[in-house]
């Protein structure tokens, strides 16, 4: 269905080739996983197959890439639409109309097709992708993963032959991503769909692959299945990590196969690892019977809490559940309802200019609206500038969290990752007292997210801060969080440690928990940890 052959590409001032003699073909009804760190060219590799890349990016392609028989080349990115269905890392970027039905029938007017067919195939994506309830919504009110999801359904009801997602399930929570990567392998088995998925949360979706290509950063590829892969990838989810730190002799790539494989080690008992009791600790954060409504709809219901200094504190819950909502409130860039937020003993929505940035840091799920400078360099310096720090402060903040990045390149040419990773060392050059993080892990690599767990933890424990992120990602939380809070539906449902909360709702248990059973263990090295003191 898709052919590569000899395929090269290098984008002009770049002094590396994003692939080298690439030679891939995939057949119709697999689907194919694409992984590597972030900035390595996954994105890239995903835009050659609909001709997206060169025609509107630019470039320099050697060799020739083929979907059912059309050359790329030869046939425009439009020309391909019938074939192929394509969702980008932000699909925000994608919509055209407003509400949720329109945005589903956009494709199928532009080809004219008769309105009882139409409505047919929207019921039909509806239903799928459960987004019935949103149709009438208007889609710049959805939730991030709400919005994905839309993305993905507009894709779906063109009935393509090749579906290219590229971060399918960043925004979307554990249960929506199992939801919408068990509908595709449906697809796949039963309609042979082709899907190529990017994708850096590999705990999700490599149960589902059928092979993986492993793009270096330099140019080179590896393809294979996902065991020969995963044997000595760098990149790998815990479950396989897990595998290695017990030196099992094979490599399991689900919960199950893994559960079988460490039977014994389970029916051992082991000592409790008492948790650390931690330093003395000041109230940064007070919020008092909060209410946020929006037209029709109310996003947070009668909510209290306090949050202190030297808490790392992780706001959960469903799609929609009001968790950006909460953190806007508490930034101070919404108006709430009722009730009362105090940051540091201060109306958050009252401060300005530096003392704002030297009391709240705030990056929304779009980190690009934080940024205006023409390139990477004269971002870092107007920052270093305007938060009154060393030169070269946020420079050194960004090499640590996302290594490699140009100064010359314009922040739109970023991948989402290298993006996130800018705005971040722009808002922590700032020093701020609280830290306010909405989805930090979007497009950001296993490597990149141990990096950015050291520094917000370094951040909080270090200076007395206090960080709060709404996330859907269970493998950090259970690495970084101190405390997770549940939100479903606007109100408070859970509050209490990290293992407690987790450890209470298998759908948002992180996969090391899920294998170690009835062990109380989140991550690898508390398994590795029970082991060597037992």
């Known amino acids: ?96 109309t407003d509400t949720v039905e329109e945005e589903l029938a956009f494709g199928m007017e532009n080809l004219n097709l008769p309105n009882d067919f139409m409505r047919k195939r929207v019921e039909e994506i509806l239903d799928l992708l459960s987004l019935a309830p949103l149709r009438n919504r208007t889609i710049a009110t959805l939730s991030g993963g709400e919005q994905q999801r839309v993305a993905i359904g507009a894709a779906l009801v063109m009935h393509p032959k090749v579906l290219v997602l590229d971060e399918p399930t960043s925004a979307l929570d554990p249960i929506a991503a199992e939801e919408v990567l068990s509908i595709l392998q449906r697809l796949v088995h039963d309609l042979s769909l082709t899907v190529v998925i990017a994708e850096h949360k590999l705990e999700r979706v490599i149960q589902f692959a059928d092979r993986i290509v492993y793009i270096n950063g330099q140019g080179e590829t590896k393809i294979g299945s996902t065991e020969q892969i995963m044997i000595d990838s760098p990149i790998a989810p815990p479950i396989v990590e897990l595998a290695r730190a017990l030196g099992l002799q094979e490599i399991g790539t689900t919960v199950r196969e893994m559960r079988r494989m460490t039977q014994d080690l389970r029916d051992k008992k082991y000592q409790s690892v008492e948790p650390k009791n931690s330093s003395s600790k000041s109230l940064r954060i007070k919020i008092d019977s909060l209410s946020v409504s929006y037209p029709g709809h109310v996003a947070i219901k009668n909510f209290t809490t306090n949050i202190s200094s030297n808490e790392i504190v992780a706001l959960m819950g469903r799609n929609g559940a009001g968790k950006s909502s909460l953190l806007k409130a508490i930034a101070g860039i919404s108006q709430h309802n009722k009730g009362t937020v105090d940051v540091s003993g201060v109306d958050p929505q009252s401060l300005k200019g530096k003392s704002r940035r030297e009391s709240i840091g705030y990056i929304s799920q779009e980190p690009s609206d934080l940024l205006y400078g023409q390139s990477v360099s004269s971002e870092c310096e107007q920052a270093d500038s305007d938060n009154e720090v060393k030169p070269g402060t946020t420079a050194a903040l960004l090499e640590q969290l996302v290594p490699g990045v140009s100064g010359h390149t314009h922040p739109r040419d970023l991948s989402e990752g290298q993006r996130l990773g800018l705005a971040l060392s722009v808002v922590l050059s700032s020093n701020p007292q609280v830290l306010i993080l909405d989805e930090p892990t979007r497009g950001l690599d296993y490597q990149a997210k141990r990096e950015l767990l050291s520094i917000l933890v370094s951040f909080a424990k270090r200076y007395d801060k206090c960080v709060v992120l709404a996330t859907h990602d269970v493998e950090l939380v259970a690495e970084l969080a101190t405390r997770v809070i549940f939100i479903a539906d606007g109100e408070k449902v859970a509050d209490g440690t990290t293992l407690d909360v987790l450890l209470s709702s298998p759908a948002f248990a992180p996969q090391v928990a899920k294998v170690m059973s009835p062990h109380p263990w989140l991550r690898v090295r508390d398994v590795t940890a029970a082991i060597e003191i037992s």
């Open 1 to 96: 269905m898709i052919k590569f052959s000899n395929v090269s590409l290098i984008y002009p001032n770049s002094t590396t080739t994003v692939l080298e003699d690439l030679n891939l073909e995939i057949a119709e009804g697999e689907m194919v996983l694409v992984i590597g760190p972030t900035g390595s060219g996954k994105s890239s590799l995903l835009r050659l197959i609909n001709g997206l890349v060169p025609h509107h990016t630019g470039g320099i392609l050697a060799g020739d890439v083929s979907v059912d028989g059309l050359s790329t080349q030869l046939v425009k990115p439009g020309g391909l639409s019938h074939l192929i269905g394509i969702v980008g890392q932000n699909p925000l970027n994608g919509f055209v």
